[in-house]
């Protein structure tokens, strides 16, 4: 029996296994029954889905992208279907491409997570820290330089009031977090799942160039796999862009980018500049998830160094009797 664990891993599995079965001269029809009863039961729907893509079914594409790993495929194939491409070479460079694509953002999205569940990890300690710095430890200095008729430096004060004022507000500061954990691992499931990022994301400050970027790339990489397929280049860079984006070609390209598309049009190498942006956009993709994941490290840990810095000096102050020093 074929295990399957996913329903992502679900399908370039079916895929692979549909492949094999066409390189050996079968239909795809045929190829699908005879892999169907291997299948464990829970596979079943995602059988009966897959016979819903070859035989042109359109009301698969209005599937919403969280419910089912199939959305891009049907309708990539009811493209293919419509324009006249060859749906068994299609499949077939799905399976290369999906498989292909899938190596090359592991280790982008899984950066991501690890990334944010860093990030939380330092906020918890940080808050931890802060309670017990505001609990125990200088409470217990306040008291000491009460009976000694001292005052506490300057800096312990002010950091004692911000505690304070922290611990009455604290919960507050978790919620106005939580939406931008939210984001963030939304943004983790896009890239992941290679889905175009919703609208208001793409304006978030940071985010925004990368959601771009991922939407372009998105745009680009499913035009490539249509033309690949048997479309031609033009049909391709169009259908794809509908697949992800309500704006024009004009809006979603830079200029230049724009004008080098139009020129290989009109001089007949569309193919050819359309697998060049691709490439060049995979690069440029992945530069820009790599600086935003430095950029945002070193934010942080500037942060916490800051916040562990002025922690450490007013505890000490008080330790080594600088008094109202400072």
Not at 81 to 93: D, H, K, N, T
Not at 123 to 146: D, E, R, T, W
Not at 224 to 241: F, H, I, P, V
Request: hydrophobic share 50%; proline share 4%; net charge neutral.
């Amino acid at each position: 029996m074929i295990l399957i664990s996913s329903p992502n891993s679900n399908l370039s599995q079916l895929l692979r296994h549909l492949n094999h079965q066409v390189q050996q001269g079968l239909s795809l029809e045929q190829a699908l029954a005879r892999l169907e009863p291997l299948l464990p039961a829970h596979a079943q729907p995602q059988v009966e889905q897959l016979k819903k893509v070859l035989q042109g079914d359109v009301s698969l594409q209005a599937t919403p992208y969280q419910d089912s790993p199939f959305y891009d495929i049907s309708r990539l194939a009811a493209i293919v279907r419509a324009r006249g491409g060859s749906l068994p070479g299609f499949l077939e460079r799905y399976i290369t491409h999906s498989h292909a694509m899938e190596i090359s953002w592991r280790g982008v999205w899984d950066g991501l997570q690890s990334l944010l569940g860093y990030v939380f990890v330092l906020l918890m300690i940080a808050i931890f820290i802060f309670s017990v710095l505001l609990i125990k430890v200088l409470p217990g200095f306040q008291v000491f330089y009460s009976e000694m008729n001292m005052e506490l430096p300057a800096f312990t004060l002010a950091l004692i009031s911000g505690m304070e004022t922290f611990q009455s507000v604290w919960i507050f500061v978790l919620i106005g977090l939580a939406p931008l954990f939210w984001i963030g691992f939304k943004a983790v499931g896009c890239i992941r799942q290679l889905r175009p990022m919703p609208d208001f994301m793409q304006r978030v400050p940071g985010l925004s160039s990368i959601a771009n970027a991922h939407l372009r790339y998105i745009w680009l990489a499913n035009a490539y796999l249509l033309n690949r397929s048997g479309l031609d280049a033009e049909t391709s860079l169009r259908e794809a862009l509908q697949l992800c984006s309500s704006a024009s070609l004009e809006e979603k390209l830079s200029q230049s980018e724009y004008l080098d598309l139009m020129i290989a049009l009109k001089t007949g190498a569309l193919e050819q500049e359309l697998a060049y942006q691709f490439e060049r956009l995979n690069v440029a993709y992945s530069a820009a998830l790599a600086s935003f994941k430095t950029k945002f490290v070193a934010g942080v840990s500037t942060l916490i160094a800051i916040l562990v810095g002025a922690t450490v000096l007013a505890v000490y102050l008080p330790i080594f009797g600088l008094g109202s020093a400072i």
